[in-house]
């Protein structure tokens, strides 16, 4: 009796499914985007600015796409572990069968992640990590946020023809830092400039005090930094200033990383005048980063700012929103990837990208911008650009 009851119901439901026809949601053949993010631990806010970012994408312009529901699936490395992001992405493909990857504050993660994407031919869209190297490691790799070479070499360019001659450079001793370290000495030795030292300092709890008095005792006309963006960049500024660096007249450039928007109110006022080089900055005049920065603060509110990892989380959103229209709902791996690289355009918060054909990397416009009070606020407000900038780590 119960059984047939059961049978009965099972039927009226797939009738009422067929009845609905494809252009209908449906919770049960929802498009699932895995984001493997860095939820807890060192880069925590860094991880919620992506997830916001993707989730106000979904806010702005609905959670449906080609008739299907696009459900997000996130999960926590709790840090920088690569064993573990491994773990979540076999999990997400196996378990929650995700026809999408995404997410990834850090390289190490997204580097782990790699023979996954590959095996499973599941598209992996990198939101922030940064590292030159990282969509060599899978076909199935495309990144939308930028790398260390491609927002390096401009500032490297820019100091030389700057009357900055002598930089000392600091960097962290992982991936991005290695990236960001070479390519700055490559191109500003290229055009005349000399590095009089360099320092590489830990991923983990660096202290910068020694490293920041070796700085000083140097006296070069400038220093070079990158760090990740959030406690480090912090706890870099911190000591440049106890040690007073700021007030030496030693020039600080750096990657935007180091001046990033979700925690350049904290850092308060020895940021200002710093120049970095980034793809993003809150202060970007644009309607399509008026229209993110409104969303945003639908979904994280508004006491916060959106940072370029929001909008390598939005523009991630966008991109597969781009290819389930295309695909129109049936998302299969290969053709995918066969959309994302043939030549595919976004118009971003941060100007228009596209993703290079046969790299799978972003191709973007640089801005070099300086730290200056707008209404009364700490923003890194953009005074140039180059146009079209692709990962020079690649050429
Ligand atoms: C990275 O690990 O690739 C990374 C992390 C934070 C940044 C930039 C790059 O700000």
Same mark, same amino acid.
């Given at each position: 009796m119960f059984s047939t009851r059961? %049978?009965?119901?099972? @039927? =009226?439901?797939?009738?009422?499914?067929?009845?609905?026809?494809?252009?209908? =949601?449906?919770?049960?053949?929802?498009?699932?985007? @895995?984001?493997?993010?860095?939820?807890?631990?060192? !880069?925590?806010?860094?991880?919620?600015?992506?997830?916001?970012g993707a989730k106000a994408y979904l806010k702005a312009h609905g959670d449906t796409v080609a008739g299907k529901k696009i459900e997000l699936i996130l999960k926590d490395t709790g840090g920088a572990a690569p064993?573990?992001?491994?773990?979540?992405?076999?999990?997400l493909v196996t378990r929650d069968k995700v026809q999408f990857l995404g997410g990834f504050v850090l390289t190490p993660n997204a580097l782990a992640v790699a023979p996954v994407a590959t095996q499973a031919k599941v598209p992996t869209i990198i939101m922030n990590a940064a590292t030159s190297i990282i969509t060599t490691k899978s076909p199935y790799i495309a990144r939308v946020s930028f790398t260390l070479p491609q927002v390096t070499a401009p500032l490297a360019e820019? /100091? =030389?023809?700057?009357?900055?001659?002598?930089?000392? #450079?600091?960097?962290?001793?992982? %991936?991005? %830092?290695?990236?960001a370290e070479a390519a700055f000495k490559k191109v500003f030795t290229a055009h005349g400039g000399e590095i009089v030292g360099?320092?590489?300092?830990?991923?983990?709890?660096?202290?910068f005090s020694p490293f920041v008095q070796r700085i000083k005792d140097a006296k070069p006309e400038a220093v070079f930094v990158f760090v990740p963006a959030g406690e480090a960049s912090v706890a870099f500024m911190k000591s440049f200033a106890e040690r007073g660096l700021d007030k030496t007249g030693v020039k600080l450039i750096g990657t935007g990383d180091l001046t990033d928007d979700d925690v350049l109110t904290a850092m308060g006022e020895p940021t200002l005048g710093v120049i970095t080089s980034h793809h993003y900055s809150a202060a970007h005049e644009s309607p399509e980063n008026a229209a993110f920065k409104k969303a945003y603060a639908q979904v /994280?509110? #508004?006491?916060?700012?959106?940072? !370029?990892?929001a909008v390598g989380g939005w523009d991630g959103m966008h991109l597969?929103?781009?290819?389930?229209?295309?695909? %129109?709902?049936?998302?299969?791996?290969?053709? =995918?990837?066969? !959309?994302?690289?043939?030549?595919? #355009?976004?118009?971003?918060?941060?100007?228009?990208?596209?993703?290079?054909? #046969?790299?799978?990397d972003i191709v973007q416009d640089v801005y070099m911008r300086k730290v200056q009070k707008v209404g009364g606020q700490l923003y890194n407000v953009e005074f140039d650009k180059v146009a079209h900038v692709k990962d020079p780590g690649k050429s």
């Open positions: 059961g %049978g009965l119901l099972a @039927g =009226a439901i797939l009738c009422i499914a067929a009845a609905l026809g494809p252009s209908s =949601a449906r919770a049960d053949d929802a498009i699932k985007v @895995g984001l493997i993010l860095e939820s807890s631990g060192p !880069f925590a806010s860094q991880a919620r600015q992506i997830a916001d064993d573990v992001a491994k773990r979540l992405a076999q999990e820019w /100091a =030389a023809k700057n009357k900055i001659k002598h930089v000392y #450079t600091l960097v962290s001793d992982y %991936g991005p %830092g290695n990236d360099s320092v590489k300092v830990p991923l983990r709890n660096p202290d /994280a509110g #508004t006491s916060l700012r959106p940072n !370029f990892m597969i929103y781009e290819v389930v229209k295309k695909l %129109g709902g049936n998302v299969d791996g290969d053709k =995918a990837m066969a !959309f994302i690289t043939s030549g595919v #355009t976004i118009q971003s918060p941060r100007g228009t990208i596209s993703i290079d054909p #046969t790299t799978r």
